[in-house]
C-alpha cells in the first residue's frame, strides 16, 4: 500500500516570494510521482512528473520538484510566485513495478494563497 | 483537441434518490477513471475501466457503479443517495493504464445532497 503526506494545509505568501510545498510518501516498491494543479472551480492538471532519470524535474511555468529516494520526498518549488499561482497542490505517488498497481494515490492537497 | 468533458456540471438531489454522471474521454484514451473529492481532501479513487472492463476499484459501497461504452465514454451510477455523498465527482482518461501515464481530469460534477 502507498500514501502521500502534504504536511501543510494551506501555506500563504507573498507575491514574488520563494515557496516549498512539502511531499512525503511511503511505498514498499519503487514510484512514480506526480504534482498536479486545480484552480477554484476546476479539475485537476499536471504540474510536472518524475518517471526515472534526473531527480529534478521542472514544469514550463517555473516550478520544479526534486525526488529524493533517501528521505522519501518529492518537495515541489518555485523561486518567485505570482498571484496567478494561487490554487490548490495536490502530489500523487503510483506503482511503478510492471503487473504492480496503475492507480495513484493523492495527498490531501496544499493550498498555495499568494498575496499582493 | 477537446480534454475531459463532464456532464453535467451541478447536480442537486435529494437523500434515497439516484443519480448519473457522464464522461467523455480525450479523443484516443481508452482509460477511464472516477474519483470522489470531498472539500478539502485529494481526490479518492473509485472505478477504473479500461476497455469497457473493469480494471480497479475503490474502497466505496455497491451504491456506486460504473461503465464504458464502446466509444469509452463512461457513466457513474450513484444509488440510494447519502448526504456524505455531496462531493465533487472527477472523471480522468489516459492512453493506456500503465501507471507513468498521468491522468488528464475533467472540471468535475459537483454533487449536492440535500
Known amino acids: 500500500a502507498q500514501s502521500v503526506t502534504q504536511l501543510d494545509s494551506q501555506v500563504p505568501v507573498f507575491e514574488e516570494a520563494p515557496v516549498e510545498l512539502r511531499c512525503n510518501y511511503s511505498s514498499s516498491v519503487s514510484v512514480y510521482l506526480f504534482w498536479y494543479v486545480q484552480y477554484p472551480n476546476q479539475g485537476l492538471q499536471l504540474l510536472l512528473k518524475?518517471?526515472?532519470?534526473?531527480?529534478l524535474v521542472e514544469s514550463i511555468n517555473g516550478f520544479e520538484a526534486e525526488f529524493n529516494k533517501s528521505q522519501t520526498s518529492f518537495h515541489l518549488r518555485k523561486p518567485s510566485v505570482h498571484i496567478s499561482d494561487t490554487a490548490e497542490y495536490f502530489c500523487?505517488?503510483?506503482?511503478?513495478?510492471?503487473?504492480?498497481?496503475?492507480?495513484?494515490?493523492f495527498g490531501r492537497g496544499t493550498s498555495l494563497i499568494v498575496h499582493p | 483537441d477537446a480534454g475531459v468533458t463532464q456532464s453535467p456540471t451541478h447536480l442537486i438531489k435529494t437523500r434515497g434518490q439516484q443519480v448519473t454522471l457522464r464522461c467523455s474521454p480525450i479523443?484516443?484514451?481508452?482509460?477511464v477513471s472516477w474519483y470522489q473529492q470531498v472539500l478539502g481532501q485529494g481526490p479518492q479513487f473509485i472505478f477504473q475501466?479500461?476497455?469497457?472492463?473493469?480494471?480497479g476499484r475503490g474502497n466505496f459501497p455497491d451504491r456506486f457503479s460504473a461503465r464504458q461504452f464502446p466509444n469509452y465514454s463512461s457513466e457513474l451510477n450513484v444509488n440510494a443517495l447519502l448526504l456524505g455523498d455531496s462531493a465533487l465527482y472527477l472523471c480522468?482518461?489516459?492512453?493506456?493504464?500503465?501507471?507513468?501515464?498521468?491522468?488528464?481530469f475533467g472540471d468535475g460534477t459537483r454533487l449536492s445532497i440535500l
Open positions: 479523443s484516443g484514451h481508452k482509460s
Open positions: 475501466y479500461y476497455e469497457k472492463e473493469e480494471r
Open positions: 480522468a482518461s489516459s492512453p493506456g493504464t500503465h501507471s507513468n501515464q498521468p491522468q488528464h
Open positions: 518524475y518517471l526515472s532519470g534526473s531527480t
Open positions: 500523487a505517488v503510483s506503482d511503478s513495478r510492471t503487473g504492480g498497481s496503475y492507480i495513484p494515490t
